[in-house]
């Protein structure tokens, strides 16, 4: 399922971090809309880039 989660609507440190990581922003993209709403749900409670960082490759298994 594509995405219906505009990705300049995601928070600030989820976008830079997938788009610095661009496996990750695929397997992003291809999540469904509930799935996508999880990861940024989570991401509220991150307070750092390399806490946010080890989230997405704890999700996606990509490194950057």
Known sequence: MKSE?????LPMGLG???AQNTDAMKKFVDLSKPE???II????SIH?????HDYINQIFGAGL
Request: hydrophobic share 40%; proline share 0%.
């Open 5 to 9: 989660i505009n990705l300049k609507d």
């Open 36 to 38: 996508q709403a999880a």
């Open 16 to 18: 830079m971090a997938l």
């Open 48 to 52: 750092s880039k390399q806490e946010m």
């Open 41 to 44: 749900d989570h991401t509220h």
